[in-house]
């Protein structure tokens, strides 16, 4: 696998010659100052893509060239919104770059609701605990008839949750879900004083829009961009919802195998593939991450690779990136036999760009800045433990690294 680094530009606190001495040959960033819905300039990308490249790495992937709310609502502004998509897209094939991630989330990207959560061994993880998630839904942002999405007992715990909050407390954690984990990739509500009602408006747009609805609108905007993605040379990548299930009433089409197989079918050019994401698919105990490599694999263009321990409830904790609820020796293995498969049928993209994803806060970290889950650090540790699972893999069964 290529070894890639989520990078979020010059604001980042690691360099990007940090990045060389880490061992990372390819860099994973967007233009993260280009408003969500404007077109990605030639000049822009080009001033990125020169700075990668004279540190002696490649762009390896964009993540994200984000989906406007106008294009997954399918509103009136749709055919501005695609028109600038499919040139961002044309830009970013004229500069050479291959991949491109996306998702198709509606409002909230990815959730959690600790993001300092102390494990035993004193470093800092993140949390979705589904019950204070539902105390934040139905007590705190006051989402109309909220409480017919959860069963009793869930509202009865979130009750019990919310009874114990704070009035800081229950604003910090409505703060986290709406704008902390979201700012920092193009979010769609801003740190504005009003968040909540913000928020609760774009809930609303999609009270119309149920899951057949947000599928429609997801297939429409494939049959726009993966035509103009084969003719640029992209690899088009959806990442996994996160979590991999509805959440405040939402509509969620890519937590499951049939979601991605469905979406795999809408258009059977190789360029629309996935972003297998390892994390946010294990937190649903029904997922079999494994036969998914094995049913989808050809489709992977883009690897995150973490783990979760999933609990009774839904609930779920980052658990590092070998422990958890993910095999991962037998996940890195499955992938592995796909790129020695296509290395086999002479493919070019056989080397698929690997991300550590997200990291455990340990060390160090607590006295950089960085943005929720990516730790430099911890992010460092998974890398060399995937790295090192990797070469074992590759020497024991392969004899020959790909
Ligand atoms: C958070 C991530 C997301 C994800 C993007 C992909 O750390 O899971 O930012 O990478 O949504 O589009």
Redesign the pocket.
Known sequence: MEKTWRWFGYNDSVQLSDLRQMGIEGVVTALHHVPNGEVWPVSEILKVKTDIENHGMRWSVV??LPVSEGIKIHSSDYDRLIANYRQSLRNLGQCGIDTV???F?PVL??ARTDLQFKLPNGGESMYFDYPTFAAFDIFILKRPDAQKDYPDWMVQKAEAVFSKMSEAEAEKLAHNIIVVTQGF?NGTVGDVADYKTVFLGLLQNYSEIDRDGLRKNLSAFLNDVVPVAEEAGINLCI?PD?PPYPVLGLPRIAGTIEDFKWITEQNKSLRNGI?F?SG?LSARADNDLVEFVHQLGDRIHFI?LRNTQMLEDGSFYESGHLKGSVDMYELVKALLEEQHRRKAEGRSDYRMPMRP??GIKILTDYQRQANP??PLTGRLKGLAEITGLEMGIERALFHQPC
């Open positions: 993540e994200s991630c996306y998702n989330m990207d990815w990739i990442h996160d972003t994401c946010s995150h994803d997200h889950g990516y």
